[in-house]
């Protein structure tokens, strides 16, 4: 970068103090050079004031708005496969369960199936028991009705992300 | 500070109000694309970054602080939505550069006469020579009239930063006008008859 005369000046009048002005002046008197350097700065100051504010197409908020919409879309979309997602491991690991059961004695495939809520039924009870530890001596119960609360909560938001999921769809003209 | 009528849009929005935030980018639409369209230079870049700053805006307006100046801080989430663009935009062209060899094209704005251009487009190819926060600075300087202070908070640079951007800037600009002037000025001599 080449130096200036007017390297030594802010360039805009606005940084300067009443002293400085009346400093740059005499300057400017003596300096052709710096009188050509800062009409040209001032020609560029001009154009930017003077070239106006770039404003959007019209219509901008309602684009913004079928955003905002798409977004949320999407959001519960990922929501409900992610539900989904986890009700189907659920019920794999409930079926590799009783799979492996059968496998031993095909044809008690009744009791294994019996067997296997029995054995989700201990795993609720433990938790519930684990529950009841962690609340220091609170009674078993209190742990059993936090966890069936939790459970229903689940099962509420899960009915309910089903339920969008399937309203959503036919909305869509997917389903 | 904030005006009224703006407060009362901003708590509602805040409190779930999406007709209130629709007020908001209707209100401030004009100077966040103006300063994404000069800090990107297209109006469809411009565009995406602007409905994304207010994306962004409604998702984090309960962080807004109300004693700042609710202008200052969308511009200062529009100028960072810029900067994330602008460094998406160059690793595609790094891309697309190993790609195809473009040494041998010509670009659109080569191709037209300086004289044919508008005085808005070579402002804006003025602008496009300095760096990403050269150009916010001038922009926010020029255009927002912002003082040092403010446009250090929104661009987070210091006060002095600030200062230095600008001289930098400035004499910047001045090569590339001085520069054009004299190419207008020879292409004129070149097509005037002899």
Not at chain 1, 96 to 125: C, F, N, W
């Amino acid at each position: 970068m080449k130096s200036r005369q007017l390297d030594h000046w802010p360039m805009d009048e606005r940084d300067l103090s009443a002293a400085e002005i009346e400093r740059l002046e005499r300057e400017l008197e003596k300096s052709p050079e710096l009188q050509k350097e800062l009409s040209a700065w001032q020609a560029i100051e001009a154009s930017f004031r003077e070239s106006p504010m770039v404003g959007p197409e019209p219509g901008f908020t309602h684009r913004w708005q079928a955003r905002l919409a798409t977004r949320r879309e999407r959001r519960s979309q990922r929501q409900v496969n992610l539900l989904l997602g986890l009700l189907m491991m659920g019920a794999f690991s409930a079926l590799l369960l009783i799979g492996l059961d059968t496998l031993a004695s095909p044809a008690q495939l009744g009791s294994a199936v019996i067997e296997s809520v029995l054995r989700i039924g201990k795993l609720i009870g433990s938790g519930a028991r684990y529950l009841a530890i962690l609340g220091d001596g609170w009674p078993a119960f209190i742990g059993a009705l936090a966890l069936s609360a939790a459970l229903a909560w689940v099962s509420v938001l899960w009915i309910a992300a089903m339920y969008r999921y399937a309203f959503g769809q036919i909305q869509n003209g997917v389903g | 500070m904030v005006r009224d009528d703006d407060k009362a849009l901003i708590t509602a929005a805040a409190e779930g109000d999406d007709d209130a935030f629709s007020e908001i980018v209707e209100r401030y639409q004009k100077p966040v694309y103006n300063l994404c369209y000069r800090l990107l230079g297209n109006h469809g870049d411009a565009e995406d970054a602007s409905q994304e700053a207010f994306m962004k805006a409604y998702k984090g307006l309960k962080k807004y602080d109300p004693q700042r100046p609710f202008i200052s801080w969308m511009l200062a989430i529009a100028y960072n939505q810029c900067i994330d663009q602008l460094r998406r935009r160059r690793i595609t062209w790094v891309g697309l550069e190993a790609l195809f060899d473009r040494s041998d094209q010509q670009s659109p704005s080569a191709e037209t006469t300086m004289d044919a251009r508008g005085e808005s487009e070579r402002v804006q190819e003025a602008l496009s020579a300095l760096s990403t926060k050269d150009r916010a600075a001038v922009v926010l300087r020029y255009w927002y009239d912002y003082s040092y202070d403010e446009i250090a908070e929104m661009l987070s640079l210091t006060n002095s930063a600030v200062k230095s951007r600008l001289h930098r800037a400035r004499r910047e600009l001045l090569d590339v006008w001085t520069a054009e002037q004299l190419a207008l000025g020879e292409g004129q001599n070149e097509v005037s008859p002899a």
